[in-house]
């Protein structure tokens, strides 16, 4: 069967003198999944067909049509505007990170989205997203997240948080935030770096140290406070010394059955 009429191409599967081809690749109309990651691409055919692609490591600035695409992995190539990547109406799993984008096309079934490394000022609604990588970039704000479940958006400009009730873990240490939403089901948080963070109105758990509301029963299994600007009840930590304080020193056994890994360090 020649290359152009498979409905399957992986590289490593190829002949010799098949895998020349993949410098530029010939029409492939009738391919539903292409691997061709890790060569040394600067230009892709239409792949009208194309349902999973996998083009990573390449050095393409540009996709082509992929209006099938549920699962792209275009992630450490020189793609830069929204331009040059293609609309994909039926996309659920987007790996875009490290590359140049400053846009997202709309993403209406996105599951799950990874945009790390990138130049991004602001996402697309994502409301089926349940997976959001998107730190390193240039975000400010975050489209709503009523489905997101891990939401890793550290390292922006980020000075609040969307709603978050099904978040489980986040991270959103080193950005601008002044506060963080209610968080019901977070088992892990990572806050550190962000120096306008106050924590009056954080937990309620029995001392004050306010955290959102993180639900009488919720346990922790790890938060990371680093350079804490203000703490209002110190009776939270009536145990500890301020300072350089470790997850080896004794909390109240309350706080120990709500919170298995704590960590405060630089307290300010």
């Not at 391919?31 to 230009?43: A, T």
């Not at 109406?89 to 490290?98: E, M």
Request: net charge negative; with cysteine.
């Amino acid at each position: 069967m020649s290359i152009e009429t498979r409905e399957t191409i992986t590289y490593s599967e190829l002949t010799d003198d098949e895998k020349h081809i993949f410098q530029h690749l010939p029409e492939l109309l009738q391919c539903q999944k292409l691997y061709c990651g890790n060569n040394q691409l600067i230009h892709l055919p239409d792949l009208p067909q194309c349902q999973r692609f996998w083009c990573d490591h390449n050095q393409l600035t540009h996709l082509p049509d992929l209006s099938q695409c549920q699962h792209l992995h275009c992630h450490n190539n020189y793609l830069s505007t929204v331009t040059h990547l293609p609309e994909l109406p039926h996309c659920q799993y987007l790996y875009c990170h490290n590359n140049q984008l400053t846009h997202l096309p709309k993403l209406p079934q996105c599951l799950e989205l990874w945009c790390c490394g990138n130049q991004l000022t602001h996402l697309p609604d994502l409301p089926q997203c349940q997976d959001l990588g998107c730190c390193v970039n240039q975000l400010t704000h975050l489209p709503e997240l009523p489905q997101c479940q891990h939401l890793g958006c550290d390292h922006n400009q980020l000075t609040h948080l969307p709603e978050l009730p099904q978040c489980q873990h986040l991270y959103c240490h080193n950005n601008q935030l002044t506060h963080l939403p209610d968080l019901p089901q977070c088992q892990i948080l990572s806050c550190s770096e962000n120096p306008n963070l106050y924590y009056s109105k954080l937990l309620s758990i029995r001392y004050g140290l306010s955290f959102p509301s993180l639900g009488q029963h919720q346990h922790f299994k790890q938060i990371w406070f680093h350079r804490i600007k203000q703490i209002h009840t110190l009776r939270f930590v009536r145990k500890l010394k301020l300072g350089a304080l470790d997850t080896n020193q004794t909390l109240d056994r309350y706080l120990r059955d709500q919170i298995i890994n704590l960590s405060l360090t630089e307290v300010l």
